[in-house]
Nanobody
Framework: QVQLVESGGGLVQAGGSLRLSCAAS????????MGWLRQAQGKEREFVAA????????YYADSVKGRFTISRDKAKNTVYLQMSSLKPEDTAVYYC????????????????????WGQGTQVTVSS
């Protein structure tokens, strides 16, 4: 069983920055990908960013590329999402997710690619 606990959300003005953290717990935690997805009110959950747990390769949605940075600290079983140049349209609940099943290939940019989820953290960007 894997537990994911997010932190770091909050209210920020447009143009500001926030860093989200996601700590994973569980016996001998490992994953194929760790991801951040978000869900704005009234919209479907969408992919934001992912990192391959072993190699550290990173992937981003076009809407956040150049503004957000995902990283992981394997020693701490923690994944981060550094968000800069935030826009009001980034307002959403952000979810951390872990892919622990080998689905093969580059499968990380949809919510169905993930097996465990955190509780979510609210990010609100004011204009």
């Amino acid at each position: 069983q894997v537990q994911l606990v997010e932190s770091g959300g909050g209210l920020v003005q447009a143009g500001g920055s926030l860093r989200l953290s996601c700590a994973a717990s569980g016996r001998s935690f490992s994953a194929y990908h760790m991801g951040w997805l978000r869900q704005a009110q009234g919209k479907e959950r969408e992919f934001v960013a992912a990192v391959s747990w072993t190699a550290g390769n990173t992937y981003y949605a076009d809407s956040v590329k150049g503004r957000f940075t995902i990283s992981r600290d394997k020693a701490k079983n923690t994944v981060y999402l550094q968000m800069s140049s935030l826009k009001p349209e980034d307002t959403a609940v952000y979810y951390c997710a872990a892919q622990v099943v080998d689905y093969g290939g580059s499968y990380y940019d949809t919510q169905d690619a993930y097996d465990y989820w955190g509780q979510g953290t609210q990010v609100t960007v004011s204009s």
